[in-house]
């Protein structure tokens, strides 16, 4: 049924503590639950993220992409909470858990937001490591960026109107550069491609080193992931907007890991 689903029915059985979320592929330290519990104690802290690191067998290109996602993440916690947590291993209290709509793409991030906007405070603790047991294909990897793609949309037009009408600046402002400019770095990468070339149009000795300096960079590790990213996250949001990603299905790599 989802992930979706069952949060919700697990939410009418909890009748207070800590809710925990972790996925079956992470691998965190024996204190890590102790060390997110520690935080509570504070009775203004809502959710509280842990840190987040893949497994060595993963690209270069992703272990940079997501050690450059945490370091954002301690920004938007200073800033001004988390805008979203990394679903390996975050922590709620149960009060503040709200039912989330059937079609939630990104759980992991509406549900932190979601406890900011209603005034409490989010915490990301990168000293709380989780590891990533597993290593995604090139295929199922490109179908994760275009869901985290459509869910940057998605969240963009349920969650902005609401901190923009509680006047929450703040975390308005980490929404809209964060996942707002996300949904448009594929579009302004093409248009800046294609602007270059028409700018070296009148030289074409300058426009043919201009294209072989543009596919040459696509070779490097990390510039190759983050523009692959870009992409298929602009893919994405297209394809929230013509419908997709509006119902729950199974990952290939589900479906091969269920048979």
């Not at 929404?175 to 028409?198: D, F, H």
């Amino acid at each position: 049924r989802g992930k979706v689903a069952v949060l919700t029915d697990l939410k009418t059985r909890m009748e207070g503590g800590i809710a925990v979320l972790t996925d079956v592929s992470a691998m965190f330290a024996r204190d890590a639950l102790s060390r997110l519990a520690q935080h509570f104690w504070d009775p203004k802290v809502g959710a509280v993220s842990g840190g987040y690191r893949l497994s060595k067998s993963s690209s270069l290109g992703q272990r940079f992409y997501w050690q450059y996602q945490s370091a954002v993440k301690r920004g938007e916690s200073r800033l001004a909470g988390l805008m979203g947590a990394h679903g390996a291993l975050y922590a709620v209290r149960a009060s503040c858990l709200r039912p989330l709509e059937a079609d939630t793409i990104n759980d992991d991030f509406v549900i932190p937001v979601r406890v900011a906007i209603e005034g409490w405070r989010t915490l990301y603790d990168p000293a709380i490591l989780v590891e990533e047991q597993e290593t995604l294909c090139d295929r199922d990897d490109g179908f994760r960026r275009r869901r985290i793609g459509a869910g940057n949309l998605q969240q963009l037009l349920r969650l902005l109107p609401d901190l923009i009408a509680r006047r929450q600046t703040r975390l308005a402002f980490s929404l809209v550069s964060g996942k707002g400019l996300r949904v448009l770095m594929g579009p302004l990468l093409i248009i800046a491609a294609l602007a270059a070339i028409a700018a070296l149009s009148s030289e074409p000795k300058l426009a043919l080193i201009a294209v072989l300096t543009m596919v040459a960079a696509t070779r490097l590790p990390i510039l190759s992931f983050i523009i692959n990213g870009h992409l298929q996250s602009m893919f994405g949001a297209i394809l929230y907007l013509c419908g997709d990603f509006r119902r729950w299905s199974r990952t290939a790599a589900a479906i091969s890991h269920s048979s």
